[in-house]
C-alpha cells in the first residue's frame, strides 16, 4: 500500500465517525501565535468566533454532541449562559470542553491549557 493511499484511508475513516457540521478542519492544529499564550477564556472566545457560531449557536452544538452521547438522558444542560461565562472568566473549566473543540474544530490539549 502506497503512502498516499495510507494517508487517504486515515483520513476517510476520520471524516466517517464525524458528521456536518463537525467534519474534520486540519487548520486547528496550529492556531495563530496570538491565541498560544491568551488566558483559557480568551481560548474559548477565540475558538468560538474561528468557527462562526455565536453563543447560542455553540451551547446547541453542545447539546447536540451531549445527546448523541446519552441517549435518553437530560442532554439540553449547555446554555448561552454558561458559554458566556466561561468567555468572562467567571468559570475556569467545564466538563464541556471536548465538546466546544469538536464543535469549533479546534485542538482539545490547546484550548485546555
Known amino acids: 500500500m502506497s503512502r498516499s493511499n495510507r494517508s487517504d484511508d486515515i483520513a476517510q475513516l476520520l471524516n466517517f465517525h464525524l458528521s456536518p457540521p463537525f467534519a474534520l478542519d486540519y487548520s486547528w492544529i496550529i492556531p495563530p501565535i496570538e491565541v498560544c499564550s491568551v488566558d483559557?477564556?480568551?481560548r474559548i472566545r477565540w475558538?468560538?468566533?474561528h468557527a462562526g457560531l455565536t453563543q447560542v449557536e455553540l451551547a446547541k452544538a453542545i447539546n447536540e454532541l451531549t445527546k448523541a452521547e446519552d441517549a435518553g438522558g437530560d442532554a439540553d444542560r449547555c446554555t448561552q449562559v454558561i458559554i458566556s461565562d466561561l468567555e468572562r472568566g467567571m468559570v475556569k473549566r467545564t466538563g464541556y470542553l471536548t465538546h466546544i473543540a469538536v464543535a469549533c474544530g479546534v485542538n482539545p490539549a490547546w484550548l485546555a491549557f
Open 47 to 49: 475558538a468560538r468566533s
Open 40 to 42: 483559557f477564556k480568551d
